[in-house]
């Protein structure tokens, strides 16, 4: 039996943001967090646009949402490649941080955007033509409904990045999905 390194994007995005965390909190705060507001003539706060994925508040943030990045990650790299969820997981950060810049007056980082995107999608890996899943809708009203619920709490925890992920992650499944002839013609 030997090892592999499976799962590409997953293995790599997860030893990256742990090695991030290794570092001074200062230093992820200052390359991997979004401010509350945006300097457009600072080069370094474009790259924080989608760097805040890779910074976490601590090792229970970071443990928390590479769990499940670990746990799906591999099924959605081998269903949509390599290169397809590394794109999804960059539109997504790069989309949380723009609209959490635009739209709100509190800072982000993590990667639970990306999570929760991987959340939806993964509720789309075994569907076929003209088919809603009953999954999806299970995930989107249980995993939803709850960040929906809980954006009414004052927390430290960015439900508008959960909330946004997760519509990605459907977006991405309905537009990216090949969708599978039926193999039954009625």
């Known amino acids: 039996m030997k090892i592999t390194y499976n799962a590409p994007f997953t293995l790599t995005f997860t030893l990256i943001a742990t090695i991030i965390h290794a570092f001074p909190q200062g230093f992820t705060e200052s390359f991997f967090a979004v401010g509350t507001n945006m300097d457009f003539g600072d080069p370094l706060d474009y790259f ?10 601590n090792w229970n943030h970071l443990f928390g949402n590479f769990s499940l990045i670990l746990i799906l990650g591999p099924i959605l790299e081998e269903k949509y490649g390599t290169k397809m969820l590394a794109l999804m997981s960059f539109i997504t950060a790069l989309v949380t941080g ?12 993590g990667a639970s955007g990306i999570v929760f995107m991987m959340i939806l999608l993964s509720s789309f890996t075994n569907m076929k033509a003209k088919v809603i899943p009953v999954t999806f809708i299970l995930v989107v009203v249980l995993f939803l409904g709850k960040e929906v619920m809980n954006s009414f709490e004052q927390n430290n925890v960015s439900q508008f990045a959960h909330i946004l992920g997760g519509i990605l992650g459907g977006v991405f499944g309905f537009f990216t999905h090949n969708f599978e002839k039926d193999e039954k013609k009625v």
Do not use: D, E, K, Q
Request: charged share 5%; net charge positive.
């Open 48 to 57: 924080r646009l989608f760097s805040h994925a890779l910074g976490h508040a």
């Open 98 to 109: 723009i609209l959490n810049v635009l739209f709100l007056n509190t800072g982000l980082y």
